[in-house]
C-alpha cells in the first residue's frame, strides 16, 4: 500500500498532456474478443485498471502486446468463456465484458460483479437488455451464466441510460442478424468512442452519441488501428488542481464537446477557459466563486466523476453551493475526509449537500474513499496550508497514470511513499 505526502501552496501550471480515457479503453479492449483478428489501440492510458482487463484478455486466450501507449490485441484464439472471478472483483466494470463473449462465443460465465464503494450498482439493466437480444441468462450461486441459443436483433428501451448497459447490449447486438435498436441510450462520448471503434472493425452502427442508436449485424470483423479519445475526467482533474491553486494550464489535446458540462461550471467558478486548435488554456480566478447548484446527470449533463473535484473547488470558494448526486448513493464518501481538511460541509440529505467556501484548508491525515474521491483528495491538499498525507491511493492508480509525476511536472510538491 503506498501513500501521497503532499505539501500545499504550489501553483499548478504548465503544459497537460494527458493520454486516452479509462471509461473508453476498457469497453474497447472488452470489444477486441468480437474480433476474430488484431486490435491496434493507441492514446492507451497507463493505469491499473488497464493491466486487470489485459490479465482477462490473456485469461481468455488473447495474446497482448502492451508498451505505454499502444495495445496490439490479437484475439483469434479464443479458448474459454469463463471470467476468473478475482477480475471482477478487482474492476466491477469488468462486466462490459458479457456482451463482447457473448457475441464471439456460444457460451459464457462470469461472477456477479456485486456493489462497490460508490455504490450497490446493480446490473439488471444490461441482463434485460442481453435477454432482449435472445440470450438466456441462468443466475446462480454469484454468477451470471449465458447461453447464445438465438441470438437475434432486437428494439431495447433502457429504463435509465446506463453507460455499461448500452455498451453491454451494443457489443452483443454486433453480430446479431437484423437491426437492433437502441432507445433511452447513454450518450457518454465514451459510447460514441466504442462505436467508432467497432464501426472501423466493420461493424454498423448509427446514432452512438445520441439517446437512439442503430446496430446492424454482421458476420465478421476486421483488423483495426484506433486511436482512443482523450480522458475528459483527467483533465478535468488537472483544471480544478490549476483552478483552485491559482496556476495557469495548458492542456495540448482535448474534444471541445466532451468538456463543455465541465468547463460551463469552472466558468461560472471564475475560471478562464479558452479553446486553442486543439486543446484548452485555463486561467484560475482571482477568487473562486460558489456555483449555486450542482446536479450530477448522464451526459451531457454535468459528469458524476467530476462531483468531488468541484466540490473541493468550491469549499474554498466566496459563497454557498449545493451539491446533489443522482446518478450513485453513496458517493460523498470525501466529504467526511475534507471536513477534516478544514471543509464547511453539511448533509441536507443523503445525496444532497451544501458547501459553504472557507478562507483555507489545513493539512491532514485523509484516506481515499474510491477512485475519484481519493484524486479529490489530493486536490485539496495542494491547496491546503501545510502537509497531508493521503492514504489507500490505489483507488486513485486505477484511473489516473502517473498522479503524482505528472502533478510534480506541474509544479506540486507531492511524493509517493511505501506505507509502513
Ligand atoms: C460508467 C463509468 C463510471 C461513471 C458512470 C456514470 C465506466 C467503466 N464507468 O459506470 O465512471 O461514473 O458510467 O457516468 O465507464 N444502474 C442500474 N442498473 C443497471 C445499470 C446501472 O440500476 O443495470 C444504475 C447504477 O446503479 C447507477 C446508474 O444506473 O446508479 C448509472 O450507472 P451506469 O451508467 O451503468 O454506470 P457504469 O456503466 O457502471
Redesign the pocket.
Known amino acids: 500500500m503506498c501513500k501521497y505526502i503532499v505539501s500545499g501552496g504550489n501553483k499548478i501550471e504548465g503544459k497537460l498532456n494527458i493520454r486516452g480515457a479509462?471509461?473508453?479503453i476498457?469497453?474497447i479492449m472488452a470489444a477486441t474478443i468480437l474480433n476474430e483478428n488484431k486490435s491496434i489501440i493507441h492514446n492507451v492510458p497507463n493505469i491499473s485498471?488497464v493491466y486487470i482487463m489485459i490479465k482477462i484478455l490473456e485469461s481468455i486466450g488473447c495474446k497482448v502486446d502492451y508498451e505505454p501507449d499502444t495495445l496490439i490485441i490479437d484475439s483469434s484464439n479464443i479458448n474459454s468463456g469463463e471470467i476468473d472471478e478475482e477480475y471482477v472483483r478487482q474492476m466491477?466494470?469488468s462486466?462490459?465484458i458479457m456482451g463482447a463473449m457473448i457475441g464471439r462465443l456460444n457460451y459464457t460465465k462470469i461472477s456477479y460483479p456485486g456493489g462497490c464503494a460508490?455504490?450497490?450498482?446493480?446490473?439488471?439493466?444490461?441482463?434485460?437488455a442481453l435477454k432482449k437480444l435472445g440470450i438466456k441468462i441462468e443466475e446462480k450461486n454469484g454468477y451470471i451464466k449465458c447461453f447464445k441459443e438465438n441470438l437475434k436483433s432486437a428494439t431495447i428501451n433502457l429504463?435509465?441510460?446506463?453507460?455499461?448497459?448500452?455498451?453491454n447490449a451494443i457489443l452483443a447486438a454486433v453480430k446479431a442478424k437484423g437491426i437492433t435498436k437502441i432507445y433511452n441510450a447513454?450518450r457518454?462520448p465514451?459510447i460514441e468512442d466504442l462505436a467508432k471503434f467497432l464501426n472501423a472493425m466493420g461493424a454498423k452502427i448509427n446514432g452512438a452519441g445520441t439517446s437512439y442508436i442503430e446496430i446492424e449485424g454482421v458476420n465478421r470483423l476486421n483488423e483495426v488501428e484506433y486511436e482512443v479519445i482523450p480522458d475528459r475526467?483527467a483533465i478535468g482533474t488537472y483544471m480544478i488542481a490549476s483552478a483552485i491553486t491559482g496556476g495557469t494550464l495548458e492542456v495540448d489535446k482535448v474534444v471541445q464537446d466532451h468538456m463543455e458540462p465541465i468547463c460551463d461550471k469552472l466558468r461560472i467558478a471564475g475560471c478562464d477557459i479558452k479553446y486553442t486548435e486543439n486543446g484548452l488554456i485555463l486561467v484560475a480566478p482571482k477568487k473562486i466563486k460558489a456555483v449555486d447548484l450542482v446536479k450530477?446527470c448522464?451526459?451531457p449533463g454535468f459528469?458524476?466523476?467530476m462531483q468531488s473535484q468541484l466540490m473541493i473547488l468550491m469549499t474554498l470558494s466566496d459563497g454557498v453551493s449545493v451539491f446533489h448526486e443522482t446518478?450513485?448513493?453513496n458517493r460523498f464518501m470525501h466529504c467526511a475526509e475534507l471536513i477534516r481538511m478544514g471543509a464547511n460541509i453539511k448533509y441536507i440529505t443523503e445525496n444532497i449537500c451544501m458547501v459553504n467556501g472557507v478562507e483555507k484548508l489545513h493539512g491532514a491525515r485523509v484516506k481515499s474513499p474510491d477512485?475519484?474521491g481519493g484524486a479529490s483528495l489530493v486536490l485539496a491538499a495542494l491547496a491546503a496550508d501545510g502537509k497531508s498525507e493521503i492514504s489507500d491511493i490505489y483507488h486513485i492508480e486505477r484511473?489516473y497514470e502517473n498522479f503524482e509525476n505528472v502533478l510534480r511536472s506541474l509544479g506540486a510538491d507531492i511524493i509517493k511513499l511505501k506505507d509502513e
Open positions: 479509462k471509461n473508453s476498457l469497453p485498471d466491477r466494470s462486466i462490459i460508490i455504490g450497490s450498482r446493480p446490473i439488471d439493466l444490461h441482463l434485460k429504463e435509465f441510460p446506463s453507460v455499461g448497459a448500452t455498451e447513454a457518454e465514451e475526467i450530477t448522464p451526459h459528469p458524476t466523476d446518478i450513485f448513493e477512485l475519484r484511473g
